[in-house]
T-cell receptor
Framework: GAVVSQHPSRVICKSGTSVKIECRSL??????MFWYRQFPKQSLMLMAT?????????EQGVEKDKFLINHASLTLSTLTVTSAHPEDSSFYIC???????????????FGPGTRLTVL | AQTVTQSQPEMSVQEAETVTLSCTYD???????LFWYKQPPSRQMILVIR??????QNATENRFSVNFQKAAKSFSLKISDSQLGDAAMYFC????????????FGKGTSLLVTP
């Protein structure tokens, strides 16, 4: 199967610091990676779409200067929350997309998520 | 923009019984994919079932099946012989057909399974 990892799984930081979250596709090359945010008892909201070697496409309302996304290789995308504040506390989930089996469109596989707490 | 609506914030089912979770969506596209994802307390997203819009036949995966009504833009999930391990949040999701598009999720339905 396809495995996507995220690191760290949990992070606690002080207000004003920056936090980097890594998303890796372990056994396949991901054509596209996606970053979602999920607040407690809410749904997943897309933050940005990331393609290897190009700038990320951010959803409306997501500050690209605050949430820096780097997709340097086909197996790694990083999300950096700059100058984090308590309202940035959330669950961040990445997914990686790869071409599907014959007859199927691309498939997406989710990482286990990262819980960010900003004090 | 495509919207996905799950009108049941919470549902409850007794073990071994059958439950149906509702989902409707709005789109102007003719080709797309629909999904049901399960999110247990661990928060890991688990794909339950997927349906290609061009296929008329309803998808089935063991105890999970869907009722896909394209004209009505309805995509319900039926869980048969419910088990305690089925308790989780269930999200309905839509995705445009071409590669590179993200999933658009509904608000979710919390499923409780009682012994």
């Amino acid at each position: 199967g396809a495995v996507v990892s995220q690191h760290p799984s949990r992070v606690i930081c002080k207000s004003g610091t920056s936090v980097k979250i890594e998303c890796r596709s372990l056994d396949f090359q991901a054509t596209t990676m996606f970053w979602y945010r999920q607040f407690p008892k809410q749904s997943l909201m897309l933050m940005a779409t990331s393609n290897e070697g190009s700038k990320a496409t951010y959803e409306q309302g997501v500050e690209k200067d605050k949430f820096l996304i780097n997709h340097a290789s086909l197996t790694l995308s990083t999300l950096t929350v700059t100058s984090a504040h308590p309202e940035d506390s959330s669950f961040y989930i990445c997914s990686a997309s790869r071409p599907g089996l014959a007859g199927h469109d691309n498939e997406q596989f989710f990482g286990p998520g990262t819980r960010l707490t900003v004090l | 923009a495509q919207t996905v609506t799950q009108s049941q914030p919470e549902m409850s089912v007794q073990e071994a019984e059958t439950v149906t979770l509702s989902c409707t969506y709005d789109t102007s596209e003719s080709d797309y994919y629909l999904f049901w994802y399960k999110q247990p307390p661990s928060r890991q997203m688990i794909l339950v079932i997927r349906q290609e819009a061009y296929k008329q036949q309803n998808a089935t995966e063991n105890r999970f099946s869907v009722n896909f009504q394209k004209a009505a833009k309805s995509f319900s999930l039926k869980i048969s012989d419910s088990q305690l391990g089925d308790a989780a949040m269930y999200f309905c999701a839509y995705r445009r057909a071409n590669s590179g598009y993200a999933l658009n999720f509904g608000k979710g339905t919390s499923l409780l399974v009682t012994p």
